[in-house]
């Protein structure tokens, strides 16, 4: 084999193996779970005979997409501030509307109506919201706090 196959040959696999390592890299900085961002709760108390509301935003990526993203309002002052929330019990708990917002982001919102009797009979004080999001490949990202309002 001559001198400057040999060389070309060599330099060729380098490249190739300079790419691989790249991709691998790459692959490996993306982190499978999904995350959110941009997350915000507004609470409206009823007032004069009408109905208040909770509405919790989100923005929700994963590299596989987004499955579903279930939500929960959850007093300061109860038995989760003891005992944290688990994943099997945010999976009996409602689920909020995603609409996509482009790429492997959904944008989810939550809302629920309030009542004058639901606020009267809750715990006034810090709320919480926990959310827990699961991707279309089956990786979850549970966070008992994403958002906090008050219920005066």
């Known amino acids: 084999m001559s001198r400057r196959i040999a060389l070309s040959v060599v330099a060729g696999a380098v490249v ?3 790419a691989g390592a790249f991709a691998l890299a790459y692959a490996g900085d993306q982190d499978p779970a999904p995350a959110l961002a941009h997350s ?9 005979g009408r109905d208040g509301s909770l509405s919790f935003t989100t923005e929700v990526s994963a590299p596989s997409g987004v499955k579903s993203l279930k939500v929960l309002a959850w007093p300061e002052k109860s038995a989760f501030a003891k005992k944290q929330l688990t994943a099997e019990e945010m ?3 409602e689920s909020a509307t995603c609409t996509p917002a482009g790429g492997r982001t959904v944008r989810c919102v939550y809302k629920a109506p309030v009542s004058a009797a639901d606020a009267a009979s809750s715990a006034h ?5 926990a959310v827990f999001a699961t991707a279309k490949d089956g990786h979850t990202a549970f966070d008992t706090r994403a958002a906090d309002f008050t219920l005066a």
């Open 91 to 93: 999976a009996a708990v």
């Open 125 to 129: 004080g810090a709320w919480h919201i």
């Open 40 to 48: 915000a709760v507004h609470y409206t108390a009823p007032d004069g």
């Open 16 to 18: 190739l193996a300079g």
